[in-house]
């Protein structure tokens, strides 16, 4: 499975808008002028609904501080600049290889430069892909891209409405998870081999409730600083690392 880029990452105009919906492109974000209720930016919107966009009303402002055309007529898009993956094809990746899956969940990464340097260290530790939730949360931009220094376009990034979701499904498939928290076991106390899923929170809030309830084990890393928090992707390489070490082991 292999990241296909994409032509442009803004579309604006509401033809432009709603044939990039049409056509099967991913948008994950819509921009909308707040109070505008004509019938085409209704079509826009019953558009964005069935696909599950994230729409975001605003005020002329916005739209003209993100308008690079100056012709948005009340509309604009951010399209992924790379097309996602499916949970499946994650799976699939990992049955290649004749491995058990390793796969990399993210709780509402919203750093892009973040995100890009996890799905960098999901490809050199071996993991088969990426989940990341469809809301509140950085699509796979431009930036994160580049800060993926090309990882992106060999490991699989899933984008899921619901990640507790998604947890529990693979949890009937035979996978265990693993949630990074302060308040966790030592990860050197773990047994991390077999089918697992490494899930990240928040640079801000950690796993949220919800998701961590989910998951089977809490993981801390052991710190010895003045300093009381690695940053997400930091903390995604050292707890990678001690699965891989796990796994060769």
């Known amino acids: 499975m292999e990241n296909k880029q994409a032509e442009s990452t803004k579309i604006e105009g509401r033809n432009a808008v709603l044939e990039a919906f049409r056509s099967g492109k991913t948008i994950d974000k819509l921009f909308v002028l707040d109070g505008c209720k004509d019938g085409p930016i209704q079509t826009i ?4 609904k069935k696909h599950d966009t994230l729409v975001q009303f605003v005020a002329k402002e916005r739209l ?3 308008s690079e055309t100056k012709k948005h007529q009340g509309v604009i898009a951010m399209a992924a600049a790379f097309s996602y993956a499916t949970v499946e094809d994650i799976l699939e990746n990992a049955r290649k290889k004749n491995e058990a899956p390793f796969v990399i969940l993210l709780d509402n990464i919203e750093d892009p430069h973040n995100l890009g340097a996890i799905i960098r260290t999901a490809n050199l530790a071996g993991a088969h892909g990426v989940i990341i939730p469809k809301r509140r949360a950085v699509g796979l931009t431009a930036t994160v891209a580049k800060a993926s220094a090309g990882a992106i376009y060999y490991t699989p990034v899933a984008k899921v409405t619901n990640l507790t979701n998604t947890i529990r499904e693979l949890k009937e498939q035979g996978m265990w998870f693993v949630c990074a928290d302060m308040g966790g076991t030592t990860m050197y ?3 991390l081999k ?3 899923g490494l ?3 928040n640079e801000g809030e950690g796993v949220s409730k919800l998701v961590k309830e989910n998951c089977d084990f809490v993981a801390s890393i052991p710190m010895k600083g003045d300093i009381d928090s690695l940053n997400a992707s930091v903390a995604t390489g050292v707890l990678a690392y001690e699965i ?6």
């Open 189 to 191: 106390d773990l047994d």
């Open 45 to 48: 919107l019953r558009e964005a």
């Open 244 to 249: 891989v070490r796990q796994r060769l082991s």
């Open 194 to 196: 077999g089918s697992i």
């Open 199 to 201: 899930v990240i929170g």
């Open 64 to 66: 003209e501080q993100l």
